[in-house]
């Protein structure tokens, strides 16, 4: 039986990286004793601002085995979306790396539901569910336990020789594996540069980021008017942040990304600082068909656009 641990966990691993991931690793599903306590604390703080999606299903954010039946094994996944091309108009409103091509989470479904295929036709009838950010699952929580790295002072998980520029996922199966040593060693230091560089001060401490400050939650998750406390201080981004990979120095080992899915649509990057203040939605609905930037709607964008121009 060891021995065939051995051999899936090495078959997944082979697959995940003919499908494009560029981590893979595996953890025991157990209940997440360590982060229980954190997670409470931070829902208690009224961190999570409006997303009160965060408050439900507590105690499946904690155990995979009620999310799965008979879950055995949490498989951790990294999806590569580093890019180094940038908005020609420096002065345009900024958006987020990770949405200049199409919907991460269509993207990396498909490639879960491959993996999973894959999986049942070499071993057999196996149980499994695919998780892409949308459900009460701890990404990087099981990625840390899987060995894919540790969670910076920026609360994004960080790989010492990939960086940041990664989404995460999951598949948990009901299969023992041969499981991952989970990651132990912080390799922050002393370094403070996220939290000396975030705009809004939303790393309010070392490894706690108030998410009602933070940039990505003001212009993606809240759904009201941006408060006025933030005008002048948002950087000029109008759909997510990167403020804090960017000046983390984890990320000049960032690679490139292969994915020919994240390439930015051909007018998104051309757009100049009044092309998005004059913004159609007939042109949100051509640059955006396919992008995670719809999940703002185009009038969450054009109130982020206007207020930046107020601020």
Known sequence: MQQSKLSYSKFIKSEAKKLGFLF????????????????????????????????????????????????????SLGLNYFTEQTQADASAPKISKYAYGDDYHQVIKAKLKQLLEAI???????????????????????????????????????????????????????????YDIPSTADHCGTCTRCIDACPTGAIVAPY?????????????????????????KMDNWMFGCDVCQDVCPWNRFSVLHREPAFEPHPDLLRMSKTDWHDITEDVFQKVFKNSAVKRAKFSGLKRNVDFLGNG
Not at 210 to 221: P, V
Request: include cysteine; charge should be negative; charged fraction near 30%.
């Open 208 to 232: 706690v980021v108030d998410g009602s400050r933070c940039i990505s939650y003001l212009t993606i998750e809240l759904k009201e008017q941006i408060p006025a406390e933030f005008k002048g």
């Open 120 to 178: 049942n036709e070499k071993i057999g009838a196996v149980n499994g569910r695919a998780f892409v950010d949308s459900a009460p699952v701890m990404d990087k929580a099981w990625a840390k336990r899987s060995g894919l790295g540790w969670i910076g002072k920026n609360t994004n998980l960080i790989n010492t020789k990939k960086g940041s520029f990664f989404f995460l996922c999951e598949l948990i199966v009901d299969i023992e594996l041969e």
């Open 24 to 75: 893979c690793g595996i953890a025991e599903a157990a209940f997440l004793e360590e982060e229980a306590p954190r997670l409470e604390l931070w829902l208690n703080k009224n961190m999570q601002g409006e997303m009160h999606y965060m408050e439900n299903y507590f105690d499946k954010r904690l155990d995979p085995r009620l999310l799965v039946d008979d879950a055995k094994s949490v498989i």
